[in-house]
């Protein structure tokens, strides 16, 4: 199959009968390391993978959003003066959710700027590899650009959580669409949720015969989103009972000092989170001192912190995990929300077919679905790819 850059280009071309003005695109994720921490004001340490979301588009003059999108039937159109938000569901609250949140920054008396979009991605859905988020900064860049609003990377990132939070209704974190908007090429994106800091900490495993590889389980779950919403609350529920603003002021002392009152989830999902933090410290850390033995072992030990104290992993998991770890990989850990979806490894670039052997064994042989291994390359964030 074609890449999506050709095949939105069509896409426009068959719908609109015109060539699109601009072709924009943005990225999945993969994270290395720091899950659930975005919305504990914690450290993350993602980065952009080379799959990405491409939208090819045009400027309207009749005040109007038209969208179409690779495998999702019939176009949509609304007239975005009168549109509310809240009838926006499906692929379109992404994709119009953002062109919504987009035209409040429309200059007064322009109501006629519109737009037409043709959406193709090669991200896959449901992974934990954030189509959503690729979705959202692509459609975010290019209207952003055709309107020449001229809205920074960082308010792009907010604006597209904004969109997942109140129109898609998902209560996510900013770690998405933040490595989507930008990251750099061969880097991945130190980022501190809460100050929105980011250090660009480049990826340097394979001068050293490393590969870093994603496993995708094909494990999807349906209840991921409320099981999310739980952990949630779990977090907050503790920075109330340790009496700080949120996880990330917490150290493993306090908790221990308030761990009758948290009770033994509580206790158990806070734990995670402040450990967590830390192996996102001493990964970079590691990183910059190429110490790739030390961020193999955090990796596996933040699989553990996810399987035993936070609760989000799932057997196909585990065993992906397992099966890396006994392939010789360096370290390996389910990335993303969880329930399902993806799970990574850094492991000797020759001991990959190995590791897809070990694979196969393990999963066959309980009947389950062999994951499919892909190895990541750092990808740059959401960009113009041509613009007219
Ligand atoms: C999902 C959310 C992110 C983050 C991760 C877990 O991908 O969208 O905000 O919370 O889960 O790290």
Known sequence: ???????????????????????????????????HTDYNDGFVLPLAISQRTVVAAS?????????????????????????????????????????????QHRREGSTALGVSLAICSDV?????????????CAVAVAVNDLWGLGLEPRALAGLGQQVENEVVGAHTGGMDQMVSMLSLADHALFLDCRTDDIEHIPCSWSAAGLALVVMDTGVRHANA?????????????????????????????QLRDYQGALGEENYARARHIVTENARVLDTVDALRASDFETVGALFSQSHLSMRDDYDISCPELDLAVESAQGAGALGAR???????????????????????GELHHHFSSRGWQVPRVGVVRASAGARVEQAL
């Not at 999506?4 to 290395?32: C, K």
């Not at 999310?228 to 977090?235: A, E, L, N």
């Not at 389910?334 to 897809?356: D, K, N, P, Q, V």
Request: aromatic share 6%.
């Open 1 to 35: 199959m074609s890449d999506a850059r050709e095949r939105a280009e069509s896409l426009f071309a068959r719908h609109f009968q015109a060539d699109p003005t601009g072709v924009f695109s943005a990225p999945g994720r993969v994270n290395l390391i720091g899950e």
């Open 334 to 356: 389910m990335t993303g929300g969880g329930f399902g979806g993806c799970a990574i490894a850094l492991i000797s670039a020759e001991l990959l077919s190995h590791l897809e």
């Open 124 to 136: 896959p859905t449901g992974a934990g590899l954030s189509s959503s988020a690729a979705v959202e």
């Open 225 to 253: 989103s409320s099981a999310y919403g739980d952990r949630r609350k779990s977090c907050e529920e503790a920075a109330a009972v340790v009496g700080v603003p949120a996880l990330r002021d917490a150290s493993l002392t």
């Open 59 to 103: 400027i309207r003059d009749d005040g109007a959003v038209v969208a179409v999108s690779e495998g999702h039937g019939d176009a949509v159109t609304y007239d975005i003066a009168s549109l509310d938000s809240a009838d926006l569901t499906g692929w379109a609250a992404y994709v119009v959710g953002v062109v919504w949140a987009l035209a």
